[in-house]
């Protein structure tokens, strides 16, 4: 069985960021994996219900997506709303959606507090990004998905190979 890969919209040129923009990726792997019909396509907050556009969020200064889950972090917009469920609410949508397509692998935008695999913003919304994982990207992990970062789609096309090469 062909590996299927859930992907951020806005990597696939759909404008649902929170400034109602897209982030497009433009990489051969990906036309050629949407050819192959391998790509789930999904926004976790907009799976969630929230708009676009809406104000910029972030997770609180020292949390991460896993202190999301636990229930030890929040995650805030710029207006002082807190949308910690909202975006608990977008990761349990993702992961129920990579089960359901048996989608083993992620590609997601870094940096988002949904998706960002190994960069998020720091809390102050000055634009500093700091090491962690979104609440997306920590809930699919906890749940054995591979998650890569738009940067590392190079590596996700060598795991694929492998794993190709490894089905009966």
Do not use: Q
């Not at 799976?47 to 200064?61: N, Y």
């Not at 030890?72 to 992961?95: I, P, Y």
């Not at 590609?107 to 190994?118: H, R």
């Amino acid at each position: 069985m062909t590996a299927k890969i859930l992907v951020s919209a806005c990597l696939m040129g759909h404008a649902v960021r929170y400034d109602g923009a897209a982030k497009p990726l433009c990489h051969p792997a990906l036309e050629r994996w949407r050819a192959e019909g391998r790509l789930v396509t999904l926004c976790p907050e907009m799976s969630a219900g929230m708009p676009v556009p809406r104000p910029p969020a972030e997770i609180e200064a020292g949390k991460t997506g896993a202190s999301i889950l636990s229930g030890s972090g929040r995650v805030l917009e710029k207006t002082g709303s807190d949308v910690t469920e909202a975006f608990r609410h977008g990761a349990e949508n993702a992961l129920a959606l990579a089960r359901a397509t048996n989608c083993r692998f992620a590609l997601l935008i870094d940096g988002s507090p949904s998706c960002g695999s190994s960069l998020v913003y720091d809390g102050s919304f000055n634009g500093e990004r700091v090491r962690g994982e979104g609440v997306t990207a920590a809930l699919l992990r906890r749940n054995g998905i591979e998650v890569f970062s738009d940067r590392e789609v190079d590596m996700l096309v060598e795991r694929l190979a492998r794993d190709d090469e490894a089905a009966p």
